[in-house]
Each structure stands twice: as C-alpha cells, then as structure tokens.
C-alpha cells in the first residue's frame, strides 16, 4: 500500500498530539482476530486505569525524523503524517516491547536491546542507527483521527490511530512498568463484554474504535475498510435534541454506534 495518508497533514492547534497503533494477531484457537490492550497506570492524568491501545504523545524528536522520512518519499507522505507514525511505532516499542513498523535484522532479543535503548535515549533514530533498521510505514494503515476538543478534559489530545498485523507470529510482550500495569490480547468483542461486567473500563473513543473493529472477521477486512473510508477528523459534540444529552459522532465514519448518553461516557 501507499504510505501517503488519506488524513488531514498538519496537526491541530491547541492540542497534544499523539499517535496509537491497535496491533491484531490470529487467535491462537481460531475465531475473530485478537488485539493488544494496555491497562493504564491509575497514576496517569489521562485515562488512568482505562484500557486503550498502546501509543502517546508525538515528541519533537518523531517531527525531526519525521521531516526525513518525508523528504526520502519524494512527496508521498507529509512530515506531520510521518511525524504521527513514528511516534506510534516508537510508543509501541517503548510500551510493549513489539518492533512494528520496522524493518532490518529483528529478533526478540534485539528488540528487547532496541526497547531498552529507547527508554534511554527518548527518541527512535539512534536506535535505528545503532541496530541498521530502517522505518517501513508501509506495515501500518491509517484508521482513524479523534479531536475531543469540546469535551471537558484534563488534557485535549489530537490521536490519530493506525492498524498493524502479526498474523501468527508468536511474540512476547511486556509492560513498561511506568505509564501501564497490565498487557494483554483480546478480541474487540470480548473487550467489549469486559467492559460490560466491569473487568476493564473504556473511554469513549476507545469503546467507539472496538465497536467499529468487532465488526471485523480478520485484519484484512479492518484494513480494507480502513483503506476505503477516508480519515476524517472526528469531533465528539454534545446533541440535546433527542430528550437526554448524547455524546454524538459523525454518522459517515465506519463506526456502528455514534451516540451515548452523556451521563454514561467516561472520559479521560
């Protein structure tokens, strides 16, 4: 695939941007596909003790990079686009210990050398450098953008969310042991019906994004309508027409469900 995106280039003023990559892997006994979910720390001021995909803030360091890998593309994607995938491939690795979005001689355990140099350098190219990788934007698809800019939150994040396959490899992860207490794989049904008894919790874009991949019966069905349905920037807005508050979404976005009642949402 083209790794032009089909998103907005530049990023939102007046918000942090940040990147998050939902990983699937086959399910081990066959049925829906499986993604990675990361329990929050409850110390941390967004989300605490929510479970979201693995992913963060875009850093400096994923604009500067992101300004190269532009320039070697010759055009076919935007350093702010760039600058939002490596900053997901670099929170993943820092976050999970997967090696996504990569490319060179990757094992195990040079990805767990590569995710321990990362925790100390803070950024991605000398890491690359040191280990002869190469960024390869071609493993992850553009998903979708959520901008909660109306919402009352602590912190207001520009997200924009990207799709990225194991298939049957067999890989291990592991918490990063500061921002997340828990890792684990799941299908975006189940996630669902943990929600619902309670075992886990979900903020609105993260429910919202698992009701859109539950209607999916592998990666590739995600990725193609992915691929179909032109990012849009998704601006949460509060809709009093229809007797109790809703928390409404637009109708032409891929996603089942647009509306919630406000008293029920949990924000970040």
């Given at each position: 695939m083209s790794i032009e995106s089909k998103s907005s280039s530049t990023s939102t003023p007046d918000a942090i941007p940040a990147a998050t990559i939902i990983i699937f892997r086959d399910c081990p006994n066959g049925g829906a596909p499986e993604i990675l979910i990361t329990v929050r720390s409850r110390t941390m001021t967004f989300a605490?003790?929510?479970a979201v995909f693995p992913g963060g803030r875009v850093d400096p360091a994923d604009f500067a990079l992101g300004e190269q890998i532009a320039a070697d593309s010759g055009g076919k994607i935007a350093p702010d686009e760039a600058a939002h995938q490596?900053?997901?491939?670099?929170?993943?690795?820092?976050?999970?210990?997967?090696?996504?979005?990569?490319?060179?001689?990757?094992?195990?355990?040079?990805?767990?050398?590569?995710?321990?140099m990362l925790e100390e350098k803070n950024e991605l190219a000398p890491v690359l450098e040191a280990f002869g990788w190469s960024i390869d934007l071609t493993q992850i698809t553009?998903?979708?953008?959520?901008?909660?800019?109306?919402?009352?939150?602590?912190?207001?994040?520009?997200?924009?969310?990207?799709?990225?396959?194991?298939?049957?490899?067999?890989?291990?992860?592991s918490i990063d042991n500061s921002e997340n207490t828990r890792l684990f794989w799941m299908s975006a049904?189940?996630?669902?019906?943990?929600?619902?008894?309670?075992?886990?919790?979900?903020?609105?874009?993260?429910r919202r994004n698992l009701e859109r991949l539950a209607l999916f019966a592998s990666y590739d069905e995600a990725r193609a309508q992915a691929e179909a349905i032109p990012v849009k920037t998704i601006?949460?807005?509060?809709?009093?027409?229809?007797?109790?508050?809703?928390?409404?979404?637009?109708?032409?976005?891929?996603?089942?469900?647009?509306?919630?009642?406000?008293?029920?949402?949990?924000?970040?």
């Open positions: 605490g003790g929510m490596i900053a997901a491939i670099r929170e993943t690795l820092e976050e999970t210990g997967l090696a996504l979005g990569l490319s060179g001689e990757i094992d195990a355990a040079k990805a767990a050398r590569a995710r321990a553009p998903f979708a953008r959520w901008y909660p800019k109306n919402e009352k939150l602590s912190r207001v994040y520009d997200t924009r969310f990207y799709l990225a396959n194991l298939g049957t490899g067999e890989v291990d992860v049904q189940g996630a669902l019906d943990a929600a619902e008894t309670g075992d886990i919790k979900l903020i609105f874009p993260t601006i949460p807005l509060i809709d009093n027409s229809r007797g109790q508050p809703m928390l409404t979404i637009m109708e032409d976005a891929g996603y089942p469900i647009t509306a919630e009642l406000l008293e029920t949402v949990a924000r970040g």
